[in-house]
């Protein structure tokens, strides 16, 4: 079976923001940072994404470089991942672009013991949330999700982190100074350095330019 292997990848100011102080949609990378998001993308088996994060971008990023589309379905993939939607509201409207873009989308939700829950317009399949995303993890992987891009938000993040699920961070530096509360980790995660207190925890794999004064960086868990 593949190894499993979870990959955050997001853009943030200097300040570490990936919004600004007033919410809502906001575009931080330019090109270089569009293409390293994009190879990612398409390394991955699905994109996993928080339904408030949805709501701000109603989109979810989608491979566009023929070059990277090509790479994939001479793999016999399909040639956008699926898209994972982690959100137990299902008040998505069906004029959103997400619904129109090319790719599955999979809705992941608690189970309702009470009432069941129906597939909402849309979605191809509906995922049961377990206890804990470790679990909720390995059952995508049972349905052949083994690579996952996890690309927000905050709340979605920190859960992650609060588990230890994140194996790599791709974090690329744009020269914004943002300020306000939308840090990519949540502000009231008080816990995180006592879960996460082994010496060096992240080992830098990779720094490099991508123009537009923006900086890749990535860190794989130090395991």
Request: hydrophobic fraction near 40%; charge should be positive.
């Amino acid at each position: 079976m593949k190894k499993k292997w979870v990959k955050l990848v997001l853009a943030s100011s200097i300040d570490g923001r990936i919004a600004y102080p007033g919410g809502g949609e906001t575009q931080l990378g330019q090109s270089g940072d569009r293409f390293v998001l994009e190879e990612s993308i398409a390394w991955a088996d699905g994109i996993l994404m928080g339904g408030q994060t949805l709501r701000a971008h109603q989109s979810i990023c989608v491979i566009k470089n023929k070059n990277l589309l090509k790479q994939r379905t001479s793999e016999g993939k399909n040639e956008q991942p699926v898209a994972l939607i982690a959100s137990n509201q299902i008040d998505f409207p069906a004029n959103w672009l997400f619904f129109k873009q090319p790719l599955q989308r999979w809705l992941i939700q608690k189970q309702d013991t009470k009432n069941k829950i129906m597939l909402p317009n849309g979605f191809d399949k509906r995922i049961n949330l377990k206890f804990t995303w470790r679990d909720s993890l390995d059952d995508l992987y049972q349905k052949g999700i083994t690579k996952i891009v996890l690309l927000g938000g905050a709340n979605l993040i920190s859960a992650f982190l609060l588990e230890d699920l994140i194996d790599e961070l791709q974090i690329t530096i744009t020269p914004h100074l943002l300020g306000g509360d939308y840090c990519w980790v949540s502000s009231e995660l008080r816990n995180l350095n006592t879960i996460m207190n082994k010496k060096n925890n992240w080992i830098l794999k990779e720094s490099k330019k991508l123009g537009n004064n923006e900086l890749l960086i990535r860190y794989f868990r130090n395991n």
